[in-house]
């Protein structure tokens, strides 16, 4: 049996916008596509992501007139005027895939008993409500690993595994460094996500946008628990620090090496701690410009 699908290795689009033909070949960790506005970051990332995940929705896609992906696997997946060629013999990958928007939306207001508006309910609140389920399993998952390992080595050497147990506690490290200078700690008194400021508990929906950013970034890469996945993130620096860009990649990577990150953006911080080997311009990956054929 042939090996299960983990990475996207190359796209190629005919007919983006009816004018652009594009080829990107992706590396297996990083990849960071960079160009102006309007320039077709966004569908490119959108017509990825629809392609890694056609095989178990089949459905059409807008943007292109033909669209061909491949992966690590040497799999290939074609899409084309009569539709998706390859599916039937695509076998289910291997990887998680996760797309990441950072627009955020405000969806309803909050009432108070007097039917006055309290808060407002946005699609951030909305991720960190999903992310936290998953986190409650991960969680879970990871409790059922250690009492495998304890019941191995016996009663006398339980306790909390390290290694099974390193990447949540990292996961806590990091937010606890990233949001100390507005003096928020997780509580690791409790099993959901919950903050405090010495004795106030501060729960997610009351975080600043660009701390609810970062916890759903984070959080989605924990939860993939180590295993390979790929992140598509459009545009994740908005509401973001720069020191909080500069740190971005290195934290996903560190929290599972096993993703392969795609973003699109416009911030010259996100590349700025050793990722610069791992831009690639827009313009750069165009093949054939239709317009400049006819001149």
Not at 49 to 77: M, P, Q, T, Y
Not at 108 to 125: K, M, V
Not at 266 to 279: F, Q, R
């Amino acid at each position: 049996m042939a090996e299960k699908a983990e990475k996207i290795a190359r796209l190629e689009i005919k007919g983006l916008w009816h004018r652009y033909d594009l080829a990107w070949d992706l590396l297996p960790d990083v990849n960071i596509l960079a160009g102006i506005n309007g320039s077709g970051k966004s569908t490119i990332l959108r017509l990825l992501h629809d392609a890694a995940r056609i095989s178990s929705v089949k459905h059409d896609i807008s943007g292109c007139d033909e669209l061909d992906v491949w992966f690590d696997n040497g799999h290939h997946l074609s899409k084309g005027k009569n539709g998706w060629a390859g599916i039937t013999a695509f076998e289910p990958p291997a990887f998680s895939l996760n797309f990441i928007s950072t627009f955020n939306q405000q969806l309803s207001s909050l009432r108070g008993p007097l039917n006055e508006t309290i808060g407002t309910i946005t699609t951030l609140d909305l991720d960190i409500d999903r992310l936290e389920k998953k986190y409650l399993n991960y969680q879970v998952d990871l409790f059922k690993r250690m009492q495998e390992i304890w019941a191995k080595r016996g009663a006398q050497n339980g306790g909390m595994d390290d290694e099974v147990n390193a990447y949540r506690e990292r996961f806590l490290a990091m937010i606890d460094t990233l949001f100390c200078d507005s003096g928020k700690t997780i509580d690791r008194s409790k099993n959901e996500v919950s903050f405090k400021i010495g004795d106030q508990e501060i729960l997610p929906s009351q975080l600043s946008a660009g701390e609810k950013q970062l916890l759903i970034i984070l959080m989605t890469v924990l939860v993939q628990d180590n295993r390979p996945s790929i992140l598509l993130m459009d545009e994740p620096e908005i509401s973001l620090h720069i020191d909080w860009q500069k740190k971005l990649i290195g934290y996903i990577r560190e929290l599972n090496p096993n993703c392969q990150v795609i973003i699109a953006t416009h911030s010259p911080a996100i590349i700025m701690e050793g990722w610069h080997d791992h831009v690639f311009e827009v313009r750069d990956l165009i093949t054939l410009d239709r317009n400049a054929v006819l001149q």
